[in-house]
């Protein structure tokens, strides 16, 4: 019989958490010919949600409880679960309910038909304030103008197949942006749309500032295009110097420019050019290095269509 595991990370969720894990498992109900478990993966709470889990452990035996010193933030705990699990499939979901639980069976019965990410996508998100949608909408054009990559509407609510979930651990980057690297692996996917309803239990835990940073982690872990923007701009300020070099050596040579004017002016424009020049070359080389350790694989195997001489 096949397995598939819940993995749903937590912070400081002791106040929600035994009712909202009763619910996934209740509206999660029986499927098919699929075992269920669930892993909670505690991601350093200061609350006392150990104690509530380790309860929890003990009513359910399917339920097992992986637990962070310290908070390292939710995609190192969806890294931590994922690397722990065995099972055929895996399910990420929020403790909060914002990930109905109802959809899981859809979701394995996509997964059985043979795909191998099956993505929960948000149709709408109305308990989000206009605020909050704004600067969503500004992330997600600029991530996709810089990276070709559109993730609108993708949440964290997928299921995975064991060779997604390999393929995913294998990665050896550290700083990971789980959707995009999803996306990026390009496994056969699938999605099901999802309203998101609004949590009814304790709060967000992302602050503007953690978001902000996690913004900017997800664009430059992809692109590193704003390096090579300084090469454009060295190119524009060298195209604008010759233009004004060139007005400034006719003054000189028409006998209109101050004396030694020409000289100043000549040396600023050259000097300013060459100088955004070399920076913008020094950040391509970067771009380079950052590339190579990330040692991202340059390619993978789609095991299903291949089929290789034995050896
Ligand atoms: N979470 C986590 N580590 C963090 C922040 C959040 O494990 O540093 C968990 C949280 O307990 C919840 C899920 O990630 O189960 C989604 O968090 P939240 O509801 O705060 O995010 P939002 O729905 O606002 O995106
Ligand atoms: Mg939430």
Redesign the pocket.
């Known amino acids: 019989m096949q397995t598939l595991c819940i993995v749903?990370?937590?912070?400081?969720?002791a106040d929600a958490l035994v009712e909202n894990l009763e619910h996934i498992i209740a509206r999660i109900g029986q499927l098919d010919g699929v075992r269920l478990r669930l892993l909670l993966?505690?991601?350093?709470?200061d609350d006392n949600?150990v104690t509530v889990a380790q309860a929890l452990c003990e009513k359910y035996p399917q339920l097992s409880l992986l637990s962070l010193n310290r908070?390292?933030?939710?995609e190192?705990?969806?890294l931590a679960g994922l690397n722990h699990v065995k099972d055929d499939a895996v399910v990420v979901?929020?403790?909060?309910l914002?990930h109905p639980p109802e959809l899981v069976a859809q979701m394995v019965a996509l997964w059985k038909s043979g795909v191998q990410v099956v993505e929960a996508r948000k149709i709408s998100r109305p308990s989000?304030s206009v605020a909050y949608r704004l600067m969503a909408s500004i992330f997600y054009s600029t991530f996709d103008t810089l990276t070709r990559m559109d993730l609108r509407n993708h949440s964290?609510f997928k299921l995975l197949d064991r060779a997604v979930i390999d393929a995913y651990c294998a990665l050896p980057e550290r700083g990971r942006f789980f959707r995009g690297l999803i996306h990026w692996m390009h496994f056969s996917a699938a999605t099901v749309p999802f309203e998101?309803p609004q949590?009814e239990r304790?709060?967000?835990?992302?602050g503007a500032a953690?978001l902000l940073s996690l913004s900017w982690q997800s664009v430059s872990s992809f692109t590193s295009l704003p390096l090579h923007l300084v090469t454009v701009m060295g190119l524009f300020t060298f195209l604008v110097s010759m233009t004004l070099g060139g007005k400034a050596l006719y003054d000189k040579l028409s006998g209109q420019a101050l004396d030694g004017f020409t000289t100043v002016i000549l040396l600023l424009l050259i000097i300013g050019s060459v100088l955004m020049f070399s920076l913008g070359l020094v950040g391509s080389y970067v771009a380079r290095i950052y590339d190579e350790i990330k040692a991202r694989p340059v390619y993978l195997v789609d095991e299903k269509n291949s089929r290789l001489p034995d050896d």
């Open positions: 749903i990370p937590v912070f400081n969720e993966v505690n991601d350093g709470s949600t908070n390292f933030g939710k190192a705990a969806i979901m929020d403790s909060d914002q989000q964290d998101e949590r304790g709060h967000s835990k992302w953690k």
